[in-house]
């Protein structure tokens, strides 16, 4: 954790070349084709896992949404949605509009099923499961015009039982960039969304902020490791500037986003110090008045911090071989979609004062 701990220098202190954006590297012919190879691989396989899991409705590890639709815009693909099964005629519900991950170029709608459908049934939340174009066919900024208007649309939607003054979006790790990246395009300024819920989220291309790789209390490696490089070439076009705060949130600004955000990150995850660092800088402006990663758990102008201890990335939805390190992983997924729960209904459903 050594890493987490280094002083941070403020943007106005860092040397002129340092603030240029950077290419993207130049990887060698043979590298760029095995990156190829690997991210259609890649691709394949969690669509066969998806599709089996979906034709054999396995809800146990898959559970399935109330209906799927689609909308008018864009690539006009599906998207999921949940309504709790306490509903009733003529009831609305708090919105959580949901935006998976998957390095930007796999996954679907279904891939959070299980926090939609805890969301959902346990807490009495309508949730929008939003799909997006996935790379390397199409690379940034691709994904988030598209998602603008889907979740536009969503906003608008009628048919949805719910409460247009309570809404929140969020998504976990490329989901998590890609919800601020939204949230932080003309189009959705002024909108209805109030919070907003970034899980493990890679908020720093640039390198920044970067962390480093680590092993868990196992032994066990950081599941990007090895294929951080492979989801970067995909989804980032060449020549583009990495400090474009639509990819890298870290430098966007905090007047943009809704009024109250909570960063949530893994332990044992390289893009844990990203994240704690764009928290930071949301919450106090330039200047980074606290040491990183000493704090598991703090709450600053509207912002909220929490580390899940022993985690790693994707810790809610991959599963360990080991009984005893499952069932960590299930009582830490558990607690962290508790607390995730309790501050969307808290600070952003029933508070009514979004400049506390």
Not at 224 to 248: H, T, W
Not at 308 to 317: D, E, I, K, P, S
Request: aromatic fraction near 10%; include cysteine; hydrophobic fraction near 35%.
């Amino acid at each position: 954790m050594a890493d987490d701990r280094t002083p941070l220098l403020r943007d106005a202190e860092i040397q002129p070349q340092q603030q240029l954006a950077r290419p993207k590297q130049r990887w060698s012919l043979l590298t760029r084709i095995s990156f190829i190879c690997r991210i259609w691989a890649i691709k394949v396989v969690v669509r066969i896992a998806v599709s089996l899991l979906r034709r054999l409705r396995i809800s146990q590890f898959r559970p399935q949404s109330t209906y799927r639709k689609h909308y008018p815009v864009g690539q006009r693909m599906w998207n999921d949605v949940w309504i709790p099964s306490s509903h009733e005629a003529g009831q609305t519900h708090p919105l959580y509009i949901d935006i998976h991950g998957g390095g930007f170029a796999t996954g679907d709608p279904s891939h959070d099923g299980e926090f939609c459908h805890y969301l959902a049934d346990e807490h009495g939340i309508c949730v929008v499961s939003v799909n997006y174009p996935k790379a390397p066919r199409y690379q940034f900024p691709c994904q988030t015009e598209d998602l603008v208007q889907t979740v536009r649309c969503v906003l608008a939607d009628d048919s949805l039982p719910v409460d247009r003054d309570r809404v929140a979006m969020g998504g976990f790790s490329a989901g998590g960039n890609l919800s601020l990246s939204v949230a932080l395009r003309d189009e959705l300024q002024g909108s209805s969304i109030k919070g907003l819920l970034a899980w493990y989220p890679a908020t720093d291309f640039s390198g920044r902020y970067k962390g480093t790789y680590r092993r868990d209390q196992y032994g066990m490696r950081d599941m990007l490791e090895g294929m951080s490089d492979v989801f970067y070439y995909s989804y980032v076009p060449d020549g583009q500037n990495l400090r474009d705060p639509f990819l890298s949130p870290v430098f966007g600004d905090r007047r943009r986003l809704p009024p109250k955000m909570f960063f949530i990150g893994a332990e044992h995850d390289i893009l844990c110090r990203e994240a704690e660092c764009t928290a930071r800088i949301y919450a106090e402006g330039e200047e980074i008045r606290q040491p990183i990663g000493e704090i598991n758990d703090w709450a600053v102008n509207g912002i909220r911090w929490k580390r899940v201890t022993g985690a790693q990335h994707g810790f809610n939805v991959v599963r360990r071989w080991v009984r005893e390190r499952e069932e960590l992983r299930q009582a830490l997924t558990q607690q962290a979609y508790a607390d995730a729960a309790s501050w969307l209904k808290t600070e952003i459903y029933d508070c009514k004062d979004w400049n506390r």
